[in-house]
């Protein structure tokens, strides 16, 4: 059988996908000025591009398969189309079953076994969801972590040197937190 349309555009767009395939972390700090290298805001730079690259990746994933999906639908239409103008009557629901629900080209299946199949559909959003719950309580308390690392602004505590850089790093991590947040959620 040959290979899918979300087959091949997963191999050409994804594969190698990661930072750490690209670039890792000593060669990026190697493009950094010697002094800084040290720094450990350039692991911090690093992490925040990985995850940057991490939510790209997956969003490409996701319209992978919806894009599968489109495709799918065009090429039913197209069938039915065809069979139409050869005279055939088309069952709908037939095609429904058939088709749409298990890709063009493939046996027609019985009731019990799309029962089955959509109990293990289901079991896999409810581990979607869960895993999303848990994302989200995740970025929930790294936000906390990082409003509490700028809480010493309010009461006083100031460190002293590099406050100047810490605040803005600070900042600049929970503006980009909720940007992503933001994004994700659209």
């Given at each position: 059988?040959?290979p ?12 190698k ?7 890792t ?5 190697q493009f ?41 639908k065009?090429?039913l239409?197209?069938?039915r189309?065809?069979?139409k ?8 629901d ?9 890709a ?6 019985d009731?019990?076994?799309i ?16 895993e999303?719950h ?7 308390e ?10 010493d602004?309010?009461y006083?505590?100031?460190p ?7 605040l ?8 980009d ?5 933001m994004t994700?959620?659209?």
């Amino acid at each position: 059988m040959p290979p899918s349309e979300a087959t091949i555009l997963s191999s050409f767009l994804l594969s190698k996908s990661s930072l750490q395939d690209v670039v890792t972390l000593q060669q990026f700090t190697q493009f950094f000025p010697q002094t800084k290298r040290n720094s450990p805001l350039i692991k911090h730079i690093y992490n925040n591009i990985r995850q940057r690259r991490t939510h790209t990746t997956d969003q490409i994933r996701k319209n992978i398969q919806v894009e599968a999906k489109v495709g799918t639908k065009r090429l039913l239409a197209a069938r039915r189309k065809a069979e139409k103008s050869r005279g055939k009557d088309v069952d709908r629901d037939e095609v429904m079953v058939g088709d749409e629900l298990y890709a063009a080209g493939q046996k027609q299946v019985d009731l019990r076994e799309i029962v089955a199949r959509m109990e293990v559909a289901e079991d896999l959003l409810k581990t979607e969801l869960e895993e999303l719950h848990e994302e989200t309580d995740r970025i929930l308390e790294e936000m906390k972590d990082i409003a509490g690392g700028l809480s010493d602004l309010r009461y006083g505590k100031l460190p002293g040197e590099g406050l100047e850089d810490d605040l803005v790093a600070g900042l600049k991590a929970l503006t980009d937190l909720c940007e992503r947040t933001m994004t994700t959620k659209r």
